[in-house]
């Protein structure tokens, strides 16, 4: 008797018992009600390993975006309500042209910002 093999046991199994194997799921989650949770916890602790190795390579970087966060808190630098280049509204992010010069920036529409940061 020729062997089948699992992935097609698998998927026929699947294709006959569409209801048991709904129910293995279902039944699955349930005894593993955490695994999407620590599934993310896993990638949030790649993605915080990754900005600090970003913070670390890049500080002038981290202290000019540190600084603009505190200019606004303070109300030295206020966020406009739209784009300083093409004047559309939205999200506007500050762009620096220069970070040794941390509180000159240029307050730019994500599409603008893209456009700067990437060319
Ligand atoms: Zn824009």
Redesign the pocket.
């Known amino acids: 008797m020729a062997r089948t093999p699992g992935t097609v046991r698998q998927k026929l199994y699947r294709e006959r018992h569409p209801d048991r194997v709904s129910a293995q799921q279902k039944s699955w989650r349930e005894k593993n009600p955490d695994y999407h949770c620590q599934y993310d916890e896993a990638h949030r602790a790649e993605k915080d390993e990754r900005q600090r190795k970003w913070a670390k390579n890049n500080p002038e970087k981290v202290a000019a975006h540190n600084a603009v966060r505190q200019a606004l808190k303070d109300g030295i630098l206020v966020r406009p309500i739209t784009?300083e280049?093409?004047?559309?509204g939205g999200r506007i992010c500050s762009h620096h042209e220069d970070y040794s010069k941390p509180l000159e920036v240029d307050w730019?529409?994500y599409?603008?910002h893209n456009r700067r940061e990437f060319s």
């Open positions: 784009c280049k093409c004047g559309s730019l529409c599409k603008c």
